[in-house]
């Protein structure tokens, strides 16, 4: 975004002026003047040029052999011809020799129809092969990893897929075996490939060689429909074009978006479109009636809704989950403190900040783009894993730190993928820092401290840069220091100028998908719509204790799952237990919402209207791709109906006219519309909204809390994190059970020693707090010896079963004869290898 | 007329190989008065005067590309070539084989010249032996303080490190060779930007041959002029040449370059063993097959372009009347398809291609028609890759198919005749490949 501009050239191309910038390449300024050269290596998300697959070959006045567009830089004045003769004998000859080993199967391929090999032999071929010896042969297809099949015959070598594994995504697993026409893509000693990212290369393959399991054999090019949407199942929120065959999704592509995604997916978004189709799903309202719920007509369940909610007058909660949209959250914050006369609407598990000091993060002066990280000389990731947590922001971390040189920083808890920094010859990660769990803002105000003398290298990687980006986890501003935590972290961005800085900034990775929108749309404890001020409500540990004591008498569950993600599960089964009327949206039945009175089925991202927002700022549009299954439908609507039951009628008819509402209670989103947020989005920092009310916050009182005492003799400190995979995606999405994880505690090789387990012992984990739970040792390099990780949100054993501990013990779990029933679901898949 | 030796002055004498021997015939002395008396740009400019062409097989002005190198306060590198993977070629073997301190030599003087601190010496993986003695001599000469940190005393620094290569003629190539050297898979690059802009761990690199390193002491030592007073206007110095196949004494003779290519053959190499030459190769078996009427040429870059051949790195296979064309073609193609790296389009299928349609032409499986396939898969190869392997092999397979056409011809007919495939015979299937089979 921020780059210079090159000056603007004149080159001639077939005899046609064409105007670009100075420097780029050739084939992508001719492609500006819409003069297609055919390309197969070439594609610009990969990095530099290989010039490998020879298709681009042009002429160029003044340089005896033809020449790569691909990788020729355009300069002014150049003359080039892409279409007489000597080039066109060129053209033909590259495409008779992909096809000398390229099998012509394409009536049975799946790439047939939307093949580029397909496309390019029939425009820029001779239409005829002169080969008639037999062709190389492979076994075929077989598996690359549990979700890719691979054809060897098929592939051209190309080294896309390759470029991706080693240079985006840098997994290093793919690599290109034996040579000549005997190369082959492969993996060291056949074992699968599997990476959170892998997805891509099948999106990248221009032949059909890299296939997805899911979508192998489930429809042909002409029987399918694309649609434009936004996936919602992480805070990246990458723009995804669905197929769509039958009224159903039968495969997830990338939607390039620079500004977003850079055109990559990861697996969970690619994949995790086969639970819109399950049959688990409810497709219908439900009421409770005599103990058992029952299908029942929308108008129903609202009334019965609306009736049970007014009955609790005003002691009514409402959770608002990461997957709502902000028109969702929007009009249940608008219904609790309106007609439902009550102040406790709130997104997420945790406490909120205050509202000045969240004003201030949200500074638009403060904030970056996603695509300015690019330009960024230094970037501090604290408190995330991104891969973890927003996975794609790690891909674009990675573009910035091998592309661009950038200096990365890693502060958090525990080891992320980015310590390892990337492979050889980029300057990969300057430093990886460790704080005990919890720490984060003693770290940062330590940190501080150093940028501020300016001696250690951390500290002067980001003074000295011109544009540093502070990329920062959520988790870092959720414990009981997170004001203090705050407030470090804009007194760092204070003490580096990030405000002036024009590539520099705040970087906010939210705990949940859309936890952004959530609160600029007012579902928040303290903030209504637009950060402004509200009155103070109660945070989800306050409504949850607030409940058990009858303070509270209903609740609004809205996509969200407590007991299996939030702290203190048994309190919340209690708490939800004791709620005399709950209404709960989830898209599959769950653990908090089965006691529910009247449940309403949530939709998935392919049914949904609404916007988001990503965590840069920029609102987003979610488009219906698919229709409601059953009698299910869209929840804004609901809603609405909800609110006029209530007695407030919004007027609103659409999802637009809700975000309409939105926008002019929403000093942020002033000026908004669906149309001007568009197909690729729009910042509402770029378009003219602005922060209403306080913004200083200053420092909390009270110094640091003391520090966490030394754990026991053999006790460690206990972290949890996120894991990208522990969650209900991969369990509802076959092709992507594998990858959901059982509960593992994660040790260093010393510990491990020392309670002489190993990787896979069965372990009981016990906290301070004397509750325990079952796990399967996992031994990590790099983990600190004096703490062991737990996994959030697991399906069994999840970390939050011990919340409250700090501290932990470890002991070999006696053996149970029962120990596949503890472990796992039975009729989970099992992958063949 | 007789061998003009200058790299190979004393090369029999066994101690030669020794620092002490080396020292004894006068070496190291170029190094000394580098040290005393020069400055870098006076090397650079000198080594562009005598021009010293490049003896790895391109040809260029050896001056020339040091001076390509970026002045300034970066690391640089020189890279000596010795990956000779040339089928026919042998010289550079004895050379570092025989007298390995000339060529250390001729690594610190260019090393200083170009201001390349780091130099390897990268050597074929199979040249085992010669590796050990270059190690040898390597370490004699930091021990004498002939490389590394201060040479003789002086403020310049030259560290050198053999390293071996894993097997792969496509190493050989200046960017698959940066590439294999950093540790990754060898497969040339794209160029530009060239390595003496953008080399070896992205620094600016020199890459030579060996034998054109270790002519440089001897450029220092006599000058430029005395350096012209050999060979041609264009191709000056003299050229370590090695001849094999059909001859009666195969073996590397350094001649004068311009002296006729027939006195090499027939005077040096003793001639062709049955009957005439019928056909050579002038510089390697990349460089397209000359016939017996080019014998009359003189041995200069100029002369063989001229004929539409190249001087390569100065290696002659000779063919007397015995030998098959169509065999030769296929034996040759052959070895291309083997060390095709496979990175582009054209050189990976179009020697695969050609290896499948030349067999079937020995076999007697093909028609005159596949003989204008292969003419125009050769054409269709030629300036289309990424790097010149493709185009080793069809320069001379096109070259033979050309002029020999005729006995391709011949040759389907005979083999046709010997074993006649049945008109219904099931067409060949290539066994299955791959992996876990």
Redesign the interface.
């Known amino acids: 975004m921020s780059r210079k501009r090159k000056p603007q050239i004149t080159i001639t191309v077939d005899g046609v002026e064409i105007g670009c910038e100075e420097g780029v390449m050739l084939h992508d300024a001719a492609k500006d003047g819409d003069v297609e050269i055919p390309v197969f290596c070439y594609e610009p998300k990969l990095g530099d040029?290989?010039?490998?697959?020879?298709?681009c070959?042009v002429e160029i006045e003044g340089i005896p052999?033809?020449q790569?567009s691909c990788?020729t830089p355009v300069r002014d004045g150049m003359v080039v011809y892409t279409q007489n003769d000597r080039v066109k004998?060129?053209q033909n000859?590259?495409v008779?020799?992909?096809l000398?080993?390229h099998p012509l199967d394409c009536p049975v391929c799946d790439k047939g129809g939307e093949c580029p090999l397909q496309d390019i032999s029939m425009g820029w071929g001779e239409g005829k092969s002169?080969?008639t010896?037999?062709?190389?042969?492979?076994?075929?297809p077989?598996p690359l990893s549990p979700l890719i099949k691979i054809d060897?015959e098929r592939c051209?070598?190309c080294?896309r897929c390759v470029r991706f594994s080693q240079e985006v995504a840098e997994d290093e697993q793919l690599?290109?075996l034996?040579?000549?026409?005997?190369?082959?893509v492969?993996t060291y000693n056949?074992r699968p490939y599997v990476a959170p990212f892998h997805g891509n290369i099948i999106e990248l393959c221009p032949v059909g060689a890299l296939t997805s399991q899911a979508y192998r054999f489930r429809a042909r090019p002409w029987d399918i429909e694309d649609a434009g949407s936004v996936c919602t199942l992480c805070p990246s929120q990458c723009n995804v074009k669905f197929t769509v065959r039958d009224e159903g999704v039968v495969r997830v592509l990338g939607r390039d978006n620079e500004e977003v995604d850079d055109g990559w997916l990861c697996d969970k978004g690619r994949f995790g479109y086969q639970m819109f189709s399950s049959g688990d799903r409810p497709t219908s309202p439900q009421i409770r009636e005599g103990g058992a719920l029952r299908e029942a007509s929308w108008d129903e369940a609202l009334e019965h809704a609306a009736r049970g909610l007014t009955e609790a007058h005003g002691k009514v909660a409402a959770i608002v989950g990461g997957g709502a949209s902000n028109e969702e959250a929007y009009l249940l914050q608008r219904i609790v403190r309106g007609p439902l006369a009550s102040t406790d609407v709130t997104g997420g598990a945790h406490a909120a900040l205050p509202a000045a000091a969240r004003r201030a993060l949200a500074d638009p002066s403060l904030a970056v783009s996603t695509s300015q990280i690019d330009d960024a000389n230094a970037i501090l990731v604290v408190g995330t894993d991104p891969m973890h947590e927003m996975p794609i922001l790690e891909l674009r971390i990675r573009k910035a730190v091998r592309r661009r040189g950038a200096d990365l920083l890693v502060a958090t808890e525990r080891p992320t993928a980015l310590d390892g920094g990337s492979a050889?010859?980029t300057s990969g990660c300057l430093e990886a820092k460790r704080y005990a769990p919890g720490a984060a803002a003693d770290f940062l105000e330590e940190l501080v401290g150093e940028v501020r003398e300016g001696e250690s290298e951390f500290a002067k990687a980001l003074t000295g840069a011109d544009d540093a980006v502070v990329v920062w986890g959520e988790s870092v501003t959720a414990g009981p220091d997170g004001e203090r935590a705050a407030a470090a972290l804009l007194a760092l961005a204070a003490e580096l100028d990030l405000a002036g800085q024009e590539s520099g900034g705040l970087y906010e990775v939210p705990a949940d998908a859309n936890g952004r929108g959530i609160r600029e749309a007012g579902a928040s404890q303290n903030t209504g719509p637009g950060l402004t001020d509200a009155p103070a409500g109660r945070s989800a540990a306050e409504i949850r204790d607030a409940l058990e004591s009858g303070e509270l008498e209903a609740l609004i569950l809205w996509d969200v799952d407590p007991v299996r993600d939030f702290d203190e599960p048994e309190a919340w089964s209690r708490a939800i237990g004791a709620s005399n009327f709950t209404l709960s949206a989830s898209m599959f039945g769950n653990a908090s919402g089965q006691n529910a009175d009247v449940h309403l089925p949530a939709e998935t991202h392919a049914e949904k209207e609404g916007t988001v927002t990503h965590p840069d700022g920029r609102l987003q549009r979610v488009r219906p791709s698919i229709p409601h299954p059953g009698n299910a439908g869209p929840l804004w609507q609901a809603l609405t109906g909800l609110s006029a039951k209530l007695g407030d009628e919004t007027g609103a008819g659409t999802a637009q006219e809700v975000f309409e509402l939105l926008e002019q209670d929403s000093p942020l989103y002033s000026g908004m519309t669906y149309d001007t947020i568009g197909g690729t989005g729009q910042r509402w920092q770029e378009s003219g909204g602005a922060i209403e009310g306080a913004i200083e916050g200053g420092a909390p009182e009270g110094g640091p809390s003391p520090a966490a005492p030394e754990p026991a003799a053999g006790a460690l400190r206990l972290g949890t994190y996120h894991d990208l995979w522990a969650d209900y995606v991969s369990e509802r999405n076959p092709a992507l059970e594998f990858l959901s994880p059982d509960q593992t505690v994660e040790l260093s090789e010393a510990t491990a020693k020392s309670l002489g387990v190993g990787n896979g012992t069965e372990v009981i984990v016990t906290g301070d707090n004397d509750r325990s739970l079952r796990a399967h040792v996992a031994v990590r390099h790099r983990i600190p010896d004096d703490v062991c990780f737990l996994i959030e949100g697991t399906r069994e054993n999840a970390a939050n079963l011990l919340s409250g501990a700090s501290t932990v013990t470890i002991a070999e779990a006696p053996p149970e004869p029962e120990e596949e029933q503890t472990f796992g679901t039975s009729e989970r898949e099992k992958v063949e290898w | 007329m007789p061998e003009t030796r200058m790299l190979f002055r004393h090369i029999d004498d066994p101690e030669l190989r020794t620092l002490e021997g080396y020292k004894r015939r006068g070496g190291y002395a170029a190094l000394e008065e580098v040290m005393r008396l020069r400055e870098p740009e006076e090397l650079l400019s000198e080594l562009e005067q005598c021009g010293l062409r490049g003896r790895g097989g391109a040809g260029f002005s050896m001056g020339k590309k040091a001076g390509f190198l970026p002045r300034g306060e970066m690391q640089k590198y020189l890279c000596c070539n010795a990956d000779e993977s040339e089928p026919g070629t042998f010289k550079d073997r004895e050379l570092m084989w025989k007298n390995p301190h000339q060529l250390i030599e001729g690594i610190a003087i260019a090393g200083i010249a170009a201001d390349t601190t780091k130099a390897f010496i990268f050597i074929r993986g199979e040249y085992a032996e010669v590796g050990d003695v270059l190690d040898e001599a390597v370490a004699e000469a930091y021990e004498a303080g002939l490389l590394g940190e201060g040479i003789l005393g002086s403020k310049e620094t030259v560290d050198l490190v053999v390293h071996r290569g894993a097997g792969?003629y496509?190493c050989g190539e200046e960017t698959a060779l940066l590439d294999s050297l950093?540790?990754k898979?060898g497969n040339p690059r794209?160029k530009p930007p060239f390595p003496a802009i953008q080399g070896l761990?992205?620094g600016p690199t020199l890459i030579n041959n060996v034998e054109t390193l270790m002519n440089v002491p001897h450029v220092v030592n006599n000058g430029a002029d005395w350096f012209k007073s050999f060979g041609t206007e264009q191709s000056t110095g003299t050229k370590v040449v090695s001849v094999s196949g059909c001859v009666k004494r195969p073996g590397n003779y350094e001649v004068e370059l311009g002296i006729p290519s027939r006195e090499l053959i027939y005077d040096l190499a003793g001639g062709p063993i049955q009957g005439e030459v019928k056909a050579w190769y002038p510089g390697g078996s990349s460089a397209p097959v000359l016939g017996p009427e080019e014998l009359d040429l003189p041995y200069t870059f100029e002369d063989m372009a001229d004929a539409g051949s190249m001087l390569g790195s100065g290696a002659i296979i000779v063919a007397d009347e015995s030998v098959s064309i169509p065999h030769m073609a296929l034996r040759t193609a052959r070895f291309y398809?083997?060390?095709?790296?496979?990175?582009?389009?054209?050189c990976?299928?179009?020697?695969?291609?050609t290896v499948?349609?030349l067999e079937?032409v020995v076999r007697g499986e093909a028609t005159p028609m596949d003989l204008d396939?292969i003419a125009s898969v050769q054409e269709?190869?030629i300036?289309?890759?990424?790097c010149v392997l493709g185009d080793a092999m069809a320069m001379p397979v096109a070259s033979m198919v050309k002029r020999w056409r005729g006995e391709f011809e011949e040759t389907i007919a005979k083999a046709r005749e010997a074993a006649p495939a049945p008109l219904d015979a099931e067409?060949?299937?290539?066994?299955?490949?791959?992996?876990?089979?």
């Open positions: 040029p290989v010039g490998a697959c020879r298709m070959l052999k033809l790569t990788s004998e060129a000859a590259v008779e020799f992909l000398v080993n002169r080969v010896d037999p062709k190389r042969h492979f076994q075929k077989i060897r051209i070598l080294y690599q290109l034996e040579r000549g026409p005997k190369t082959f492969g056949d050889v010859g | 792969a496509i950093e540790g898979r794209l761990y992205g398809h083997h060390e095709s790296c496979g990175k582009c389009t054209p990976r299928e179009g020697t695969n291609w499948k349609m079937r396939i269709n190869i300036g289309h890759c990424l067409p060949a299937i290539a066994t299955p490949i791959g992996v876990g089979a």
